[in-house]
């Protein structure tokens, strides 16, 4: 009399003639009594197969288990996973001041921001990185405040400031008001933003 496979996740070719015929479905591993699904973090597409079953692969991640597939749910853009067969949402973000825009990343592969611009940790975009004080823009955009001009802000992409009329700063990338110098004596002036003595100009009578 034939006898069943046991369980309802293992089936045997035609004229098997031992328990060990029985062979794990889909999402399951082993042979005969000892067939097991797969665990969380791993996966196996062979049906009839006492094989084991495939680990997720560094950067990704998954907490089901008898997964008959390759379900891995991938670490997002701006983090990133070194072991593999992982079983929850352990990725890692990238530093402060890096970001990447790829997701799946199986090693810290993050990109620093461009120079003078910082960024949040788990940036996932260049543009992600904001200007230092002294400097304006984004990502490959970061550009020195010009002359005559400054910003306080750090991790801003703001313009930068004017100095107020009577001041002027003939220097770049000046970080508060405070840069900014009063044109000589009393009886001359200059226009918001100026930036060298020279536009310092007359009053009246002068």
């Not at 062979?23 to 973090?41: E, H, N, R």
């Not at 002027?168 to 200059?190: E, I, L, W």
Request: charged fraction near 20%; hydrophobic fraction near 30%; charge should be negative.
């Amino acid at each position: 009399v034939c006898i069943s496979c046991s369980g309802t996740n293992i089936g045997s070719a035609a004229g098997s003639d031992g328990e060990e015929d029985c062979l794990a479905d889909a999402g399951y591993t082993g042979s005969g009594s000892s067939v097991v699904a797969c665990a969380a973090g791993t996966f196996k597409a062979t049906a009839a197969s006492a094989a084991a079953c495939d680990e997720c692969v560094a950067g990704k991640y998954k907490s089901d288990t008898a997964q008959t597939s390759d379900t891995c749910i991938s670490c997002v853009a701006g983090k990133f996973k070194g072991e593999e067969a992982q079983t929850s949402d352990t990725c890692e973000n990238c530093a402060i001041s890096k970001y990447k825009a790829t997701p799946a990343q199986p090693s810290d592969t993050c990109e620093d921001c461009p120079q003078h611009s910082t960024s949040a940790a788990a940036s996932d975009a260049e543009n992600d990185c904001k200007a230092s004080a002294g400097y304006t823009g984004e990502g490959s955009t970061v550009t020195a405040c010009d002359a005559g001009t400054f910003k306080a802000a750090a991790a801003s992409a703001a313009a930068c400031t004017n100095c107020v009329a009577g001041k002027y700063k003939a220097s770049t990338a000046q970080t508060s008001a405070a840069a900014c110098t009063s044109c000589p004596g009393t009886n001359s002036g200059s226009a918001a933003g100026s930036d060298g003595e020279e536009d310092c100009l007359a009053d009246a009578g002068y």
